[in-house]
């Protein structure tokens, strides 16, 4: 006579557990969803011999949103996972461990990591079968309180590479832009919601990240001059020598000219004076780029100016300079600036 109550109540129980789970299993039909808005990485214009790596950043913005009242109750958490391929620009669609941007032909060196170290443990990644497979950007968020929605920021960490694919490139006078694409298959957010947080992205909802990274590639030279520094002489009875060093470096098959102006004391190119810094009187010399040469200048009143092409690496020149022989002025220290200027 005391059973019946008793299992009454145990079937009492039968029901919810099973409207428990079946809510639980049907979680991902109701409109909870996840949604991400890219920003494309854009490098800053980079010189083709740039001495150094360059850097870019950029921001993804995930919001996810409870829409029904029971998701905040039986789905709280939300696992998302970034997924990150090669992209169009890239010669293998295998090779993550170096992205590349691409011109056409050409391409150069770059990755996007997830911090600001730089590291290859750190190198955005995740899609099977690519060489940063275990890469991927994993996060969770859980929502109390009620409906609405959870933001989250990922921030992006670009550097191209200054190697010998950008040093190489043949830029011309029009620059290059060099581009990667990212989308459905190459980037894509995968996501879960569950009761615990602990189903991560085994059965996800998939979201392509549309984006894109872009460098624009620009021609450049630069030049790096030594000092002329003369030895001590007693008399200007005969020509004192000396000579420096004189770096040139250009993008690859870019043509370049290199004049020498007047000085601080010079009447002009082919009349270039040293003051002493004491008094105003002057001596005379001359700056050529040969043994005893023509006065290098800007190509006017008899001065010749360097010419050359690029290779992409620092090419070296001697600088060549000379005091004629002239009245001995008052000993001290004679000195000018001259100003290199290399065009392309």
Same mark, same amino acid.
């Given at each position: 006579?005391?059973?019946?109550?008793?299992?009454?109540?145990?079937?009492?129980?039968?029901?919810?557990?099973?409207?428990?789970?079946?809510?639980?299993?049907?979680?991902?039909?109701?409109?909870?969803?996840?949604?991400?808005?890219?920003a494309n990485v854009t490098f800053p214009s980079v010189s083709s011999i740039s001495p150094g790596p360059v850097y870019a950043?950029?921001?993804?913005?995930i919001t996810c949103t409870w829409t029904d009242i029971l998701g905040t109750l039986l789905t709280p958490n939300v696992t998302?996972?970034?997924?990150?391929?090669?992209?169009?620009?890239?010669?293998?669609?295998?090779?993550?461990?170096? /992205?590349?941007? !691409? +011109?056409?032909?050409?391409?150069?060196?770059? &990755?996007?990591?997830?911090?600001? %170290?730089?590291? *290859?443990?750190?190198?955005?990644?995740?899609?099977?079968?690519?060489?940063?497979?275990?890469?991927?950007?994993?996060?969770?968020?859980?929502?109390?309180?009620?409906?609405?929605?959870?933001?989250?920021?990922?921030?992006?960490?670009?550097?191209?590479?200054?190697?010998?694919?950008?040093?190489?490139?043949?830029?011309?006078?029009?620059?290059?832009?060099?581009?990667?694409?990212?989308?459905?298959?190459?980037?894509?957010?995968?996501?879960?919601?569950?009761?615990?947080?602990?189903?991560?992205?085994?059965?996800?909802?998939?979201?392509?990240?549309?984006?894109?990274?872009?460098?624009?590639?620009?021609?450049?030279?630069?030049?790096?001059?030594?000092?002329?520094?003369?030895?001590?002489?007693?008399?200007?009875?005969?020509?004192? /020598?000396?000579? !420096? +060093?004189?770096?040139?470096?250009?993008?690859? &098959?870019?043509?370049?000219?290199? %004049?020498?102006? *007047?000085?601080?004391?010079?009447?002009?190119?082919?009349?270039?004076?040293?003051?002493?810094?004491?008094?105003?009187?002057?001596?005379?010399?001359?700056?050529?780029?040969?043994?005893?040469?023509a006065s290098w200048g800007d190509g006017s009143g008899g001065t010749v100016a360097v010419t050359g092409t690029g290779t992409?690496?620092?090419?070296?020149?001697?600088?060549?300079?000379?005091?004629?022989?002239?009245?001995?002025?008052?000993?001290?220290?004679?000195?000018?600036?001259?100003?290199?200027?290399?065009?392309?």
């Open positions: 006579m005391m059973a019946a109550p008793w299992r009454r109540c145990a079937a009492g129980l039968v029901a919810p557990l099973l409207l428990l789970l079946l809510l639980l299993c049907c979680g991902q039909a109701r409109a909870d969803s996840c949604a991400i808005t890219p950043s950029s921001s993804f913005k998302i996972c970034l997924n990150l391929g090669a992209g169009s620009g890239n010669a293998t669609t295998t090779n993550t461990t170096m /992205r590349q941007l !691409s +011109s056409g032909a050409l391409r150069v060196n770059y &990755n996007l990591y997830t911090d600001a %170290t730089y590291t *290859a443990a750190k190198i955005w990644g995740g899609v099977g079968g690519t060489t940063t497979s275990g890469n991927g950007i994993v996060l969770t968020m859980n929502k109390s309180g009620g409906l609405g929605s959870l933001d989250r920021i990922v921030d992006i960490y670009g550097k191209l590479e200054a190697d010998t694919a950008l040093s190489g490139l043949s830029v011309g006078p029009d620059n290059l832009n060099f581009v990667s694409n990212f989308g459905a298959g190459s980037a894509v957010m995968n996501y879960q919601f569950s009761l615990l947080g602990l189903l991560g992205c085994l059965a996800p909802q998939t979201v392509a990240i549309p984006f894109t990274v872009s460098a624009p590639v620009i021609n450049d030279c630069n030049i790096n001059i030594g000092n002329l520094a003369f030895p001590q002489s007693r008399l200007l009875t005969s020509a004192v /020598r000396t000579t !420096s +060093s004189l770096s040139v470096t250009c993008s690859k &098959n870019t043509a370049y000219r290199i %004049t020498l102006g *007047a000085g601080a004391y010079g009447a002009s190119t082919s009349a270039r004076r040293m003051r002493n810094t004491g008094t105003a009187e002057t001596v005379d010399y001359v700056v050529s780029s040969g043994l005893d040469g992409g690496v620092a090419q070296a020149l001697t600088v060549y300079g000379m005091v004629p022989a002239q009245t001995t002025p008052s000993p001290g220290d004679y000195k000018d600036t001259v100003t290199a200027t290399v065009s392309f």
